[in-house]
């Protein structure tokens, strides 16, 4: 049975620092891509940052990009999502996904709450 666990995730004020971690297992993690989307309050879930199986290619999205930074260790099964200079507007549900596109495969987490306020 596949499961993906998000952690992490909290409140903190506008300008700090938190990192996600996602861990999976039942899946042979290292054939995945992974992936970190978010989705506020009355928005549609976007996508927030990507890494590939083997972690040499990275894509964000223009509104955190210079901010977050995505990184896996592929020994311990996990994903992490560092994210500096938190912004109000970064409030959301985090998610974190594994797909792999050459047979279709996907899973979700049941995602973290990230609350940026003073």
């Known amino acids: 049975q596949v499961q993906i666990v998000e952690s992490g995730g909290g409140l903190v004020q506008p300008g700090g620092s938190l990192r996600l971690s996602c861990a999976a297992s039942?899946?042979?993690?290292?054939?995945?891509?992974m992936n970190w989307y978010r989705q506020a309050p009355g928005k549609e879930r976007e996508l927030v940052a990507s890494?590939?199986?083997?972690?040499?290619?990275?894509n964000y999205g223009d509104s955190v990009r210079s901010r977050f930074t995505i990184s896996r260790d592929n020994a311990k099964n996990t994903v992490y999502l560092q994210m500096n200079a938190l912004k109000p507007e970064d409030t959301a549900v985090y998610f974190c996904?594994?797909?792999?596109?050459?047979?279709?495969?996907?899973?979700w987490g049941q995602g973290t709450q990230v609350t940026v306020s003073s």
């Open positions: 890494i590939s199986r083997g972690g040499s290619r990275t």
């Open positions: 996904n594994a797909n792999r596109t050459w047979d279709g495969s996907a899973y």
């Open positions: 039942g899946l042979i993690f290292s054939t995945y891509d």
